[in-house]
């Protein structure tokens, strides 16, 4: 019987110039990756994210694991414009 643990990480959704969806992972710095639709960027995502674990756990390396979750919220802000 094989057994799993289900981890949980962040990904950033930026939109890129060109189109689509520049992704990266806060707790993987290099672990990046590209979707030409929001949907595309997700499932490439979850792809790259497999292959980075899967290299860190070849090489014997930590995979890390989190039980808090961070509060990511916009601020508002407004700036005076030159006259």
């Known amino acids: 019987m094989k057994r799993e ?3 949980h990480y962040y990904a950033v959704f930026e939109p890129a110039k060109e189109g689509g969806f520049n992704v ?3 707790s993987f710095p290099g672990c990046v990756t590209f979707g030409k639709t929001f949907e ?3 499932k490439k995502a979850k792809e790259v994210l497999v292959l980075w674990l899967e290299e860190l756990k070849e090489r014997r390396l930590a995979i890390p694991s989190y039980t808090e979750h961070p509060i990511i919220y916009e601020i ?3 700036i005076p414009l030159k006259k």
């Open 40 to 42: 595309e960027a997700k």
């Open 5 to 7: 643990k289900i981890f």
């Open 24 to 26: 990266s992972f806060p």
């Open 76 to 78: 508002p802000i407004s």
